[in-house]
């Protein structure tokens, strides 16, 4: 069983995972990442070459892989219905949900922010349980008419499977073990406790560690045995439990480093600046070169005119490198590559982590460039932070 049961990832703050449109529903977007087809893929197999066979002998080969095909897409929907119950809450909340993207280990709402209490944390994170629950007891009782009915044994067979599949989705993931949503709903608990929401985190964070060893110790103990597809999917599983739990604990951290402080106080205030006369050629030796930067400001007169980046230069044959100006090339300023001196950094940090967004941008006021901020000089500041922070814990 625990070979063909996908992980839900809890609801999250955007993460960036790149995912292409499925189809929209109440107004969420429902994504695929190209993972999930990998994640299918290892199901459909499981289902048609090992438990179907096992479980409704006498069967034709090609029945056993459509039953495979139905429980992959079967198992996608449950997936949806569970992100959606904690999309819906959020909504409820006034928490914007920028999404649903389905990958390997399962799917994940993304949050554009955290829950602000204890009590809406814990509701949204119960949300998905029940959904899960509610599933599967529909499911069953379908399976059981279509039983009583006599319908088709792939229908009876298939139907059995998602209800036992959801019913264990909903338990494993009241596990109290964060980043789950049990251990979300225990993060809760200990934040209306304790008042301390970094303290909560860190304890249902190791907890969410620890789980995740025990299911790779499980994963190990399988393979010793002759398990060898379920044991690849706990070693997985576990891994990634434990990655996830000690990275949101990170994440909480670096939300608080960030929180409130504004883009002024990590911009370099002095960047190296190219005036719109400067030929690609020039540009190139003398700036890209020299700096090592992809990302420059035009401007002029301290006036900001737009910028360059190395791809730009893919625009212009080599030929003509000597003639053309970077001015010419120019991006004109755009929220896509500027910034306010007064954006909140977290805000900032959290757009950079999104798919296909600019790690470097031109820190503006009115039509004045003050600064440049860049995905590194942030990381750089967040890395010293996390090493002073840690240690309090």
Sequence with gaps: MGANLPVKREPTPASGIKGYR????FGFEVKLNLTWLLLGLLITWTLAAGLFPVDYPGLARSTYWWMGVSGAVGILFSIVFHELSHSLVARRYGLPI???????????AEMEEEPVTPKIEFLMALAGPVASLVLAAAVYQFAQLATAQEWAIPIIGVSYYLALVNLVLAIFNLVPAFPLDGG?????????????LRRATYIASQMGA??????MLLGGLAFIQGNFIGGMWWLLIGAFLRAAAKGSYQQLLVR????????????NSNPVTVPPDTTVQRWLDD???????KMFPIT????????????????????????????????RCSPANTVSPDTDASKLLAGMAQADAGSRYMVV????????ISLKDLKEFIAVKLDVESSKS
């Design 365 to 372: 006021d009115q039509d004045r460039l003050v600064g440049v």
């Design 210 to 215: 620890g789980f995740g060893l025990a299911l």
């Design 22 to 25: 499925l189809f929209r529903i």
């Design 256 to 267: 608080q480093i960030l929180h409130e402080k504004p883009v002024r106080d990590f911009m």
């Design 300 to 331: 002029e007169d301290s006036r900001l005119l737009g910028c360059i980046t190395t791809r730009d230069i893919k625009k212009v044959p080599r030929d003509q490198w000597t003639q053309k100006t970077v001015g010419e090339l120019a991006d």
């Design 287 to 293: 700036y890209v070169y020299q700096h090592h930067f």
């Design 98 to 108: 920028r999404g649903i993207t389905l990958f390997i280990f399962g799917g994940v």
């Design 184 to 196: 979300r709903m225990l993060r809760a608990a200990l934040w209306h406790w304790k008042k301390d």
